[in-house]
């Protein structure tokens, strides 16, 4: 019998979170599958007022169990360790962490290592109400974004930042000449 070494990993700290309003359609599965190859550690679905998709708060969601199917295949896929947890739908007031939650917004502040859990908002944006419930906004570029791409780019963002492959403004990387 042929044996390979047996390896442990590590869960990547800090864990990251992505709250998301979920699109229609499969692009609510592609948004899954993409997050989980990216390395998210946690998925949340949102109920916002003007989520496209309806889902009934604090019940069980069918819907979530094929989610997390096609997180588990793409986590086998990108050869993730770690597959991301998923749950919801909860309302916007209940996807709020006690550190590190931002809300995406165009012309918000930047995202910075200190995030924790961004919340994408639904296809029709986010009510005045929802965007004064506390949270500090971050943008994610000048343009206006689906649901399903601003989901992507605060993923990215979020990794990049933890793995260090990108450093906040006014950063040095370690190995930089004179540093």
Known sequence: MVTSPLFFMEKPEPALRLSVALPKGDRADWLIQKATEIGIDELVVVQAERSVVRQP????????????????????????????????????????????????EPGGGPITPDCRNVIIGPEGGWTDAELASGPPLVGLGPQVLRVETAALVAST???????????????????????
């Open 57 to 104: 708060i604090g019940k069980s969601w069918k819907p979530l169990e094929r989610l997390a199917r096609i997180a588990r295949a793409a986590g086998a896929q990108s050869r993730r360790v770690w597959l991301p947890a998923l749950s919801g739908p909860l309302d916007l007031t209940h996807a709020v962490t006690p550190f590190g939650t931002v809300i995406a």
């Open 157 to 179: 963002l979020l990794v990049a930042l933890r793995s260090r492959l990108v450093l906040p403004a006014g950063s040095a990387p370690e190995n930089a000449p004179g540093g």
